[in-house]
């Protein structure tokens, strides 16, 4: 069995006294879609940002456990979250594109990372990320009007393509669809099908129909803990335990 | 993409860390840079003006001949008034040149010259001492006299004996007299009320000039902005933050306030001395002009910060009082008032406390006049606007444009009384909206 | 009389008002509150605004007419004519309550009023004694000549250039000690700095910012200037002045600091933390994420502090007086004394020319001038700022 993209064992998160992450044990395989589903304030976003360590932000928010990405924890002290972030993209809820242009939405992540060479370089990977995020065909004519004079489903398939621009190897998803209409979601879940055959993807929904739509895996979170993963199929029409019955059928959350 | 291990932090990363680190050192670095530009101010400030807050004085017997003082022989007031400080002059100097060999102290020095040792105000103190008690006409009556202001500033390290020998007005005989006095315990350095009683004097006696009068000045302008400014102020922001309907008009009003509050301070004392003094005739350096001049700065400040207080009160407040039946102007006057008056209250102090320190919009209507007496808020002469008065901080500007050295230490002295005065306003706004704060 | 016996009388009458006006309702309604049309005390409220409020207007409007023993009589007959009045009118059926708040409405717009009859006021007045001005000296030799010197015997040269020219090097020399100082600073505050450092850094920039000016310019007097010209102008040649543009600028530039870092910190706070996410997201630091996201997402804003700054120093007095001297010089040489409007309008008007003169009368050309020069850059400020925030919210 091949190790898988991302293990985590023993995690628990604190905010202050706060036991947000209650001991969560799981394995993510690469080149797949894997969807972490719960009610609201389960934990499923605060464990997704555990993976890239955006959690370091938050000044009163403690992480202990073990999260290991291709074998290696994340957490070691040697470990620098600036070259992490490179490795383990993020796409969060509301579209967030920086107030410059397209071309520079894309081209800031491999600039700081001194990924290019050169200008055509770096034109390449601009074009090349804008293409796997569906949007070149829309932005090649004007790559230098700014980000934000996008309609919203565009601005989150920019930030898609911001974040992939980096050749990451994990996509973190925050709840991406939520802030898009149907049109601009059913875009973006096209997206993620193709990008998945590159990257290992991870992606927190409260839609249990995207969930069983997109993803290969799915895991269940309730109150902080990890109550179940396994094949979407599964999940969705067979579950063992009881709570994640009661949640695919609609009684909680 | 080439799989690099995370555990390796490579070196563009290390670059950007150390780029990371630089960054974070300018930052602090400006904060630094704050903090001492202002512990620096505050040193020189205090240094400089803390010696202003002791006075050098001497223990002088001096006779009061009836002869001289009291032609009358009945102490008549009338004719001793008439023995100006010109005559008690020479008694002084028989007193100092007597307390000087009775102790045994030795000069080369003349008795004129030992007579200039004493302040040309002593003279003043002892004429008035005698005008109030006329029965020690005829003994000797032992004063604490102020000294001149080279031997204070000797005293205070000011003066040298290098720089006495330099200087027109002493010399290092004197000033070795009158460490010789002082060994005798004669003369003696004492903390200096005065500094905060006693009126301006004139150019040539630094060391008789105090706040008294700018003091009272600046509290009777501070009692004319606070009487004012807060009904005022407070009126308008009610109507404009709960009255006024969201058109043109208000639009303007709200422009203008804003503009108002950043318009430079003298342009306001360019409004006054136009329209108070020129159009209106006011007296000139009133203070009851200053306190208006005063007025119209601190109006959009106080306007602002009662905006602020009125906004922060939650709108259910409101909505509660009018849905018991009370009326818009009942519920604004019976309950946001009410919760909003810390806040005001704050606003008000921190107002008065800028208007405390302006000094150009004063300097213009006419403030820089050099003030002898204790000005009266109303006398028959000058009737509702009172006499001409002076401020805090003009005072402070007048002292920096005199000659003589010894303004330097008075001037100083003056801004550490201002910014005692500040401190304490400050620190009872803080104390107030810490203890009234309501977290909605 | 004397004023203040009729001023005694109104006084009285306003009280009387407010307490006999509740008992002449109470009486009419045959003891029986409930059968009026108002609260028996708001009657007297009514019955109290009735008379004071106009003998007030015609208190003050006659003091700043000059006052006069026709204002007395005046005063007493409208005291007397509203006090009847407002006793005759009461009935059980006055609506006291809503009579009353119509008046104190009325004297809530007028205080507002008050701020916009500040502002004519101030154009009025300096637009009046200009215009007498230029009747009398050149508006074109005024905005053109590079020449001040004024002669009280006549024949002056009055040119606002070198004015000008001491104005705006001195608040440039400001802008760039305070600007790079204070943006930093408020770049560590909001993004650095923990908790215990801002408490201590955020209430000392606080207390920096309460200083008066007056303070500011003692301290470039006696300290600053003599500093700057024993171990910087003198030694290299520069000049030997304590009062230059360098010590000016110095010291305004320290005073500005906390009003730079005030404002540039409500800027960076304005942009919203999902920006900054989203750059370290993809692996950015801190500090990239403030140079290349926050700061040009926040730059309008940061322009309209500069400005504000700008106009803050232009404006500026005691410092330039005590700090920069009384020399009107278009020279290069930062250490070389140089004044600046501020400065004339302050010594045109206390000296001793008579005042209609042009000497005198000059200085409210200036006042004139110095007020649109501000005015200019805060509406200009304040338009970006709002543009600013309109973005984000």
């Known amino acids: 069995m091949t190790q898988a993209k991302i293990s985590a064992q023993g995690v628990q998160v604190h905010y202050a006294d706060t036991h947000a992450i209650k001991d969560v044990n799981v394995e993510i395989a690469d080149k797949e879609v894997t969807a972490f589903i719960g009610p609201s304030g389960c934990g499923k976003s605060t464990f997704l940002r555990c993976i890239n360590r955006m959690n370091d932000t938050i000044d009163i928010c403690r992480v202990t456990g073990d999260i290991r990405i291709d074998g290696e924890d994340i957490y070691d002290a040697k470990v620098d979250p600036v070259q992490l972030r490179a490795k383990v993209g993020m796409v969060f809820q509301k579209p967030n594109p920086f107030p410059k242009s397209i071309y520079d939405n894309v081209a800031y992540g491999p600039k700081i990372h001194g990924l290019s060479r050169n200008k055509a370089e770096l034109d390449e990977i601009v074009e090349k990320s804008l293409r796997k995020a569906a949007l070149w065909n829309e932005a090649k004519d004007r790559l230098h009007a700014p980000g934000t004079g996008l309609s919203g489903g565009q601005q989150q398939r920019l930030c898609i393509a911001r974040a992939i621009a980096t050749a990451p190897e994990v996509l973190l998803m925050d709840e991406p669809c939520s802030a898009l209409d149907p049109i601009a979601t059913a875009q973006v879940e096209e997206l993620i099908d193709d990008l998945r055959q590159s990257f290992s993807v991870v992606i927190v929904t409260h839609s249990m129909q995207q969930a069983a739509r997109v993803s290969q895996k799915t895991a269940f979170f309730h109150l902080g803990s990890l109550v179940e993963f396994g094949d979407t199929n599964k999940i969705f029409t067979n579950p063992e335990d009881p709570r994640t019955e009661s949640y695919i059928s609609g009684r909680i959350g | 993409m080439t799989q690099k291990s995370l555990l390796t932090v490579d070196a563009r990363t290390k670059k950007r860390n150390a780029s990371e680190k630089r960054f974070k050192a300018f930052g602090l670095g400006a904060i630094i840079v704050a903090m001492v530009a202002l512990v620096i101010l505050l040193t020189s400030v205090v240094s400089t003006g803390s010696s202003a807050f002791k ?18 022989g009945v102490r008549d007031l009338d004719v001793m008034k008439k023995v100006t400080t010109i005559g008690y002059t020479s008694l002084l100097r028989d007193g100092i040149v007597g307390t000087v060999a009775d102790a045994g102290l030795t000069t080369t020095l003349s008795a004129k010259d030992i007579g200039k040792m004493l302040s040309k105000e002593a003279a003043a103190t002892v004429r008035d001492h005698v005008l109030a008690n006329p029965d020690v006409i005829g003994t000797s009556v032992e004063f604490s006299l102020l000294m001149n202001g080279r031997i204070d500033g000797y005293f205070k390290g000011r003066v040298t004996m290098e720089s006495a020998a330099l200087d027109g007005n002493t010399s290092p005989e004197e000033l070795q007299l009158a460490q010789d006095m002082a060994n005798a315990g004669l003369v003696e350095t004492k903390f200096n009320w005065a500094f905060l009683t006693a009126p301006d004097a004139s150019d040539q006696r630094p060391e008789a000039a105090g706040l008294g009068v700018a003091i009272l000045g600046s509290l009777y302008m501070m009692i004319v902005v ?5 009904p005022i102020g407070v009126a308008a922001s009610i109507y404009l933050e709960e009255f006024a309907p969201k058109n043109r008009w208000t639009d303007i009003i709200e422009v203008n306030i804003s ?101 150009a919009p004063l300097l213009l209507i006419g403030m820089v006049a050099f003030v002898r007496e204790y000005p009266a808020a109303y006398s028959p002469d000058a009737g509702l606007f009172g006499e001409a008065a002076t401020a805090l901080p003009v005072q402070v500007f007048n002292w920096t444009q005199r000659a003589d050295p010894g303004f330097v230490e008075r001037a100083s002295g003056a801004i550490i009384t201002l910014l005692i005065f500040l401190l304490i306003m400050n620190a009872i706004a803080i104390f107030l909206r810490r203890k009234f704060e309501r977290r909605w | 009389m004397p004023l203040s016996v009729s001023l005694i009388i109104t006084i009285c009458l306003v ?8 008992r002449r309702a109470l009486a009419m309604s045959g003891g029986d509150a409930r059968t009026l049309a108002a609260l028996p005390r708001q009657y007297g409220l009514n019955a109290a605004l009735a008379v004071g409020l106009p003998s007030l207007v015609v208190l003050v409007a006659g003091l700043l007419a000059g006052g006069g023993g026709y204002l007395t009589i005046i005063l007493l007959v409208v005291a007397g004519a509203t006090f009847a009045g407002s006793m005759l009118r009461i009935a059980p059926s006055l609506r006291a309550r809503t009579e009353a708040e119509g008046m104190i ?80 600073a408020a770049i560590y505050l909001s993004e650095y700095a923990g908790r215990r450092m801002r408490g201590i850094a955020k ?90 996201v926050v700061i040009p997402a926040a730059l309008p804003g940061i322009v309209g502090a500069v400005l504000l700054a700008a106009s803050r120093a232009i404006g500026e007095t005691m410092i330039v007086v005590l700090g920069a001297g009384a020399a009107a010089r278009l020279s290069l040489n930062p250490f070389e004394a140089m004044t600046t409007v501020t400065v004339k309008i302050v010594s045109q008007l206390t000296g001793d020319t008579d005042f209609a003169s042009p000497e005198t009368l000059v200085a409210f050309a200036l006042g004139l001038t110095l007020f649109v020069i501000t005015l200019g850059l805060n509406v200009v400020a304040l338009m970006i700022v709002r543009k600013y925030r309109e973005q984000y919210e």
């Open chain 2, 55 to 72: 006075q050098t004085y001497a223990t002088v017997s001096v006779p009061l001949p009836e002869a001289k003082l009291d032609k009358s």
């Open chain 2, 226 to 230: 606070l009487v004012l400014a807060l």
């Open chain 2, 259 to 359: 503009n108002l509050a950043a318009v430079p301070s003298i342009v306001y004392g360019i409004l006054g001395l136009a329209i108070f003094i020129n159009f209106m005739e006011f007296n000139q350096s009133s203070p009851l002009v200053g306190g208006l001049v005063l007025t119209l700065m601190t109006l959009p400040t106080i306007i602002i910060s009662t905006r602020a207080a009125l906004k922060s009160v939650p709108p259910s407040i409101r909505d509660a009082a009018l849905g018991v039946g009370a009326s818009k102007m009942q519920s604004v006057f019976h309950h946001v008032l009410p919760l909003a008056a810390p806040g005001i209250l704050t606003g008000t102090i921190i107002g008065l406390a800028q208007a405390l320190g302006e000094t």
């Open chain 3, 15 to 22: 009280v009387l008002a407010y307490f006999a006006a509740p």
């Open chain 3, 105 to 184: 409405k009325l004297v809530l717009i007028a205080a507002s009023v008050i701020a916009i009859l500040t502002t004519v006021g101030i154009v009025f007045s300096m637009l009046f004694e200009t215009r007498n001005f230029f009747g009398q000296y050149k508006w074109s030799d005024f905005y053109f000549s590079t020449e001040w010197s004024p002669n009280f015997r006549g024949d002056s040269s009055l040119g606002i250039i070198p004015l000008l020219w001491g104005t705006l090097y001195i608040s440039f020399i400001a802008l760039v000690f305070a600007v790079p100082i204070g943006l930093f």
């Open chain 3, 203 to 292: 209430p000392a920039i606080e207390i920096l910012a309460g200083i008066p000016t007056i303070v500011y310019g003692l301290f470039a007097l006696i300290t600053v200037g003599p500093f700057l010209r024993d171990y910087f102008a003198a030694p290299m040649g520069f000049g030997d002045s304590a009062s230059s543009v360098m010590t000016a600028g110095l010291v305004m530039g320290v005073m500005l600091i906390p009003f730079v870092s005030s404002l540039s910190d409500d800027i960076i706070n304005a942009v919203p933390q999902a920006m900054r996410d989203g750059s370290l997201g993809l692996g950015a630091t801190k500090s990239e994420t403030i140079r290349q």
